[in-house]
């Protein structure tokens, strides 16, 4: 349990510290994802896929469903390239990119809200990357 708080601190700094012209990092922190399960990746391990960091959080508390696809779809205007599924007018997922930081690394944040199909399970997953990898080198990755 203290390395499981210890990693959602770890992943709140990081993410908040490079995410913050994104807008999305109250979601790993505060009222959304607190005490959900959170893990952060970053250095070595991570090396092999061009990237930097890679946070993901998971929640399966229905309440903060809504307030998690509305921050989501608020950064939509700031991304530079997006592609996105919806089902039932809800936002079903989202893969965004953001323009460099002022380290040159690309920003990215995956959202998926699989309880809105019924063969899935019902949580949401918010992912943010950062690195040097392209758009298209992140799809053909997630694809393998």
Request: aromatic share 2%; charged share 30%; net charge negative.
């Given at each position: 349990m203290k390395q499981l708080i210890?990693?959602?601190?770890?992943?709140?700094f990081a993410f908040a510290a490079e995410a913050q012209s994104v807008e999305a990092s109250h979601i790993f922190k505060g009222r959304s994802m607190k005490?959900?399960?959170?893990?952060?990746?970053?250095?070595?391990s991570l090396k092999p896929y061009k990237l930097t960091l890679f946070s993901t959080a998971t929640t399966q508390d229905r309440r903060h469903f809504r307030y998690i696809e509305e921050v989501?779809?608020?950064n939509e205007?700031?991304?530079?390239?997006?592609?996105?599924?919806?089902?039932?007018?809800?936002?079903y997922y989202g893969f965004y990119q953001f323009k460099p930081n002022k380290k040159g690394r690309y920003r990215y944040i995956f959202y998926?809200?699989?309880?809105?199909?019924?063969?899935?399970?019902?949580e949401v997953t918010v992912v943010y990357m950062e690195g040097y990898p392209t758009l298209a080198e992140l799809k053909k990755m997630f694809q393998k």
């Open positions: 210890i990693t959602i601190i770890a992943c709140i005490h959900q399960e959170s893990t952060c990746t970053e250095g070595n989501i779809e608020g205007d700031k991304a530079i390239d997006k592609e996105c599924g919806y089902i039932n007018g809800r936002l998926r809200n699989s309880s809105l199909r019924e063969d899935e399970p019902c």
